[in-house]
């Protein structure tokens, strides 16, 4: 499948999902966001990462949540999109987030990197 083209289905299902997420009324799920959707080149299945804000515990609360609000997910994804078949979704937390967070860090005191 065409580069471009698996583009646009990762962020159209990125799109679809944060969406869905603003619907539901989880409390867990009110400071999720979708960063990122990868899809398998045969479209079935898509690791969704996402961040959170909070600790340890707001990333696994936030993750039994979508876990449990994993079937109506793909029913929004099934409903707004005309692929042939939804992919099984799988989600994972982004930790880019953090390593920027620390890399940000340590260029503004390069002394914290050798601690």
Do not use: W
């Not at 966001?33 to 969704?48: E, G, K, M, Q």
């Not at 979508?66 to 994804?77: C, E, M, T």
């Amino acid at each position: 499948m065409a580069v471009s083209r698996m583009r646009r289905v990762n962020e159209v299902l990125r799109e679809v999902i944060g969406d869905e997420l603003t619907s539901l009324s989880d409390p867990r799920l009110n400071m999720v966001t979708i960063t990122a959707v990868d899809t398998s080149p045969d479209l079935r299945s898509a690791r969704v990462y996402f961040t959170v804000l909070g600790g340890d515990d707001a990333r696994d609360d936030a993750l039994e949540a979508l876990a449990k609000a994993h079937g109506v997910i793909q029913r929004a994804i099934g409903a707004e999109t005309r692929m042939k078949r939804t992919p099984t979704l799988r989600f994972e937390y982004d930790e880019a987030v953090e390593r920027g967070l620390r890399i940000s860090a340590i260029l503004d005191d390069p002394e914290e990197g050798q601690r």
